[in-house]
């Protein structure tokens, strides 16, 4: 089994910089691909980032391009994502999730972090 713990959520201005991340546990984390989710108050979940398990491929939803960068420290079983330039509409709480392969569809993932909650002030 794989448990995975976010951290790095808060308030930020926008404009502003964050950095999260994702600490896994359980399992060797090179095995699993990674992804980044997030809910917004009174929306579905949705796809922000996913990563390869060696880190070499990444994907990235429109909202993100551009923006956000996902990466992973498999020495240090950490997934990280670091949001630039943040919009109020990045308001939400972010899940960190794991899978064996890569994918964009929250349901193709098995594991999944209890979430941290990201604001953005306008």
């Known amino acids: 089994q794989v448990q995975l713990v976010e951290s790095g959520g808060g308030l930020v201005q926008a404009g502003g910089s964050l950095r999260l991340s994702c600490a896994a546990s359980g399992r060797t984390f090179s095995r699993y691909s990674m992804g980044w989710f997030r809910r917004a108050p009174g929306k579905e979940r949705e796809f922000v980032a996913a990563i390869s398990l060696s880190g070499s491929t990444t994907d990235y939803a429109e909202s993100a391009k551009g923006r956000f960068t996902i990466s992973r420290d498999n020495a240090k079983n950490t997934l990280n994502l670091q949001m630039n330039s943040l919009k109020p509409e990045d308001t939400a709480v972010y899940y960190c999730?794991?899978?064996?392969?890569?994918?964009?569809?929250?349901?193709?993932?098995?594991?999944w972090g209890q979430g941290t909650q990201v604001t953005v002030s306008s």
């Open positions: 999730a794991a899978d064996t392969v890569m994918s964009r569809y929250g349901q193709e993932y098995k594991y």
